[in-house]
Every structure is written in C-alpha cells, then in structure tokens.
C-alpha cells in the first residue's frame, strides 16, 4: 500500500525559506505513470494547489506561487521536495504530498493517496 | 482566473440525501474530483473522473455532471459522513480546488 510522509521544520522565519521532503514507500516514485504533488491548508480554510512533478523532473506550479516554489525529485531516495522561498504569515499552513493519477494526460487527473500532512508555522 | 464554487455548508438528516454542488467554467471540459477531509485528518478521494468511485468508498457516494456543475451525492447519509467536501478540477495546467463544502449530519 502506497504511503506518503511529509518532513521538515515546523517553525520557518519570515523571509526564509521553507523546505519539505515527501518520501514514498510500498510505490516507486520513479514511475511513469504518475506525477507526485503539493497541496497546503491554511488553518481553517481550504485546499490550495502548489504544484506537481514528474519522475523525469518535469514541473507544473500553481501561477500564484511559481516565482517562489521549486519543486524537485530524487528517485534514488524515493523522494521528492518542496521549496517556497521569501515566505510570509501567509504561507502558514499544513502542507500535504500526495500522489497525482492521471488518464495520460495530467490535466485529467486526481490526487491520490495523500500524506498525514505537516504544520509549518511561518513566524519569529 | 482559476474558479470552482461550492456552497459553504449544509445539513442534512441521518438516512437522507446529500447534494453536494460544484460550479465552474472549466468542468464543461474537464472531469471533477471530490475529496472528503474529516476533522484533523488528510483529504481522501472519493469520487475521480467526474463518477468513478474509488474502491473502499461506499456505494452511497456517487456523482454525476450537468453543464459547468459537477455534483456529489450521499444517499442514505451517516453520521460518520459528516466533513467537508472539495470538488478540484484542472484548468489552464493549474489544479483548481473549490471551497470546500462543509457537510453537517443531525
């Protein structure tokens, strides 16, 4: 059974730079059939897509983050990660990974399974 | 911009049914998924593919599109039903997730 977990610092100072790690395991992260993503979770409020990326490294961000979000892969590790830099109180929030199934086109596609998610409190 | 709205909340009765609207431009063209989130815990799919049920989720979930609205249904709603919803869709190469609809069970 497929599991995602995120990792990182709880606690990220404005103007810093957050940073995440998802690790997957009972999958490969390096197959071609899936992208693998980034969705975050204001306190009390709703989903907001970061961005996804796929085994060969190919991105796709959301166009209000894209200046400051970089997402990357590492396939040896079966991992992949999350920067978002210059980060305000704006950007507390829980971020979950989660894997993207697709029909053969991204566009078509859903997320699925999603981590337990972590709390990253920007503040200082 | 990148749009997708949903009503903030409803209730219903244990054993009655549950609508569950999702409104956007973009879901003439592309399929709507809907994800349940119950309280301190992480979004689970529930629907992909505008009505394809995922296994493990009951039968009492289903979905069904008109136009530009995508809509979940719960038949014969339980108690343990009672979250908030997210219909997401994509547009333009950007994963659009709706609101969220908060669903009350009593």
């Known amino acids: 059974q497929l599991q995602l977990q995120e990792s990182g610092p709880g606690l990220v100072k404005p103007s810093e730079t957050l940073s995440l790690t998802c690790t997957v395991s009972g999958g490969s992260i390096s197959s071609s059939t899936y992208y693998w993503g980034w969705i975050r979770q204001p306190p009390g409020k709703g989903l907001e897509w970061i961005g996804i990326i796929y085994y060969s490294g190919s991105t796709y961000s959301n166009p209000s983050l894209k200046s400051r979000v970089t997402i990357s892969i590492d396939t040896s590790k079966n991992q992949f990660s999350l920067r978002l830099t210059s980060v305000t109180a704006a950007d507390t929030a829980v971020y979950y990974c989660?894997?993207?199934?697709?029909?053969?086109?991204?566009?078509?596609?859903?997320?699925?399974?999603w981590g337990q998610g972590t709390l990253v409190t920007v503040s200082s | 911009s990148y749009e997708l709205t949903q009503p903030p909340s409803m209730s219903v009765s244990p054993g009655q049914t549950a609508s569950i609207t999702c409104s956007g431009d973009?879901?003439?063209?592309?399929?709507a998924s809907w994800y349940q989130q119950k309280s301190g815990q992480s979004p689970v799919l529930v629907l992909y593919q505008d009505t394809e049920r995922p296994s493990g989720i009951p039968e009492r979930f289903s979905g069904s599109t008109s136009g530009n609205t995508a809509t979940l249904t719960i038949s014969g709603t339980q108690a343990m039903d009672e979250a908030d919803y997210y219909c997401q869709a994509w547009d333009s190469s950007t994963a659009v997730f709706g609101g969220g609809t908060k669903l009350t069970v009593l």
């Open positions: 989660a894997r993207h199934v697709d029909l053969g086109y991204f566009d078509s596609g859903w997320f699925d399974p």
């Open positions: 973009i879901l003439g063209d592309k399929y």
